[in-house]
């Protein structure tokens, strides 16, 4: 098997070792608890964005996207839903206060090999797929850091806040998990 499929196929379970040594060196503080909690909402706002207009096409296990959403949070960066992961994590990361500064590097690293395997075979399906639409959109708009106007989508996708809320149920209920646990670790030190 592919090492990009397998992470890919994986990619839920892959942060479990990092959020068990977060959880493990826990120091949370009032401040790293608040600061790191309005990362854990903005990372969650970002990924309702996006999954709204993407779909339950997000939890699928095969790579592949049923059409090519250029619109909302896709018309400035390609990978919100990454985006938003990234600022989730993070905020869990400042939120525990585990093993600092060093818990942010070994952060950056595990998610930059991570996502730099699932990107680039994401990107090579939908060049498959897609051909030249994907190119046009590919070479504007930037894959990691959002551009400040909209990409002109050919056939704008409709934004669906209950599915996305439905879709979201496992990030949802994970997150207030690590969430309650770094809350525990602080209250019993």
């Not at 977060?22 to 999954?51: D, Q």
């Not at 905020?91 to 952060?107: D, E, K, N, S, T």
């Not at 909209?150 to 207030?176: K, M, N, V, W």
């Amino acid at each position: 098997m592919n090492i990009r499929a397998f992470v890919f196929a994986a990619r839920s379970y892959t942060p479990i070792p990092l959020v068990a040594a977060v959880l493990i060196m826990a120091e949370p503080g009032p401040m790293t608890f608040l600061g790191g909690g309005l990362l854990v909402l903005l990372g969650e706002s970002i990924r309702l964005w996006a999954v709204g207009y993407a779909g339950s096409a997000t939890r699928t296990r095969h790579v592949g996207a049923p059409s090519l959403i250029t619109n909302g949070p896709y018309g400035r960066v390609r990978n919100p839903l990454y985006v938003g992961n990234f600022v989730l994590s993070l905020g869990l990361c400042i939120m525990a206060w585990a093993w600092m500064p060093y818990m942010l590097g070994v952060f950056l690293a595990a998610f930059g090999v991570q996502y730099g395997l699932i990107v680039s075979l994401e990107e090579e399906s939908l060049r498959k797929t897609f051909g030249a639409q994907y190119e046009a959109y590919l070479t504007e708009v930037p894959r990691f850091l959002p551009r400040f106007t909209e990409y002109a989508a050919d056939e704008p996708a409709p934004y669906d806040f209950a599915a996305a809320l439905r879709s979201e149920r496992r990030t949802f209920q994970s997150t207030a998990v690590v969430v309650a646990a770094i809350a525990a670790r602080w209250y019993w030190g």
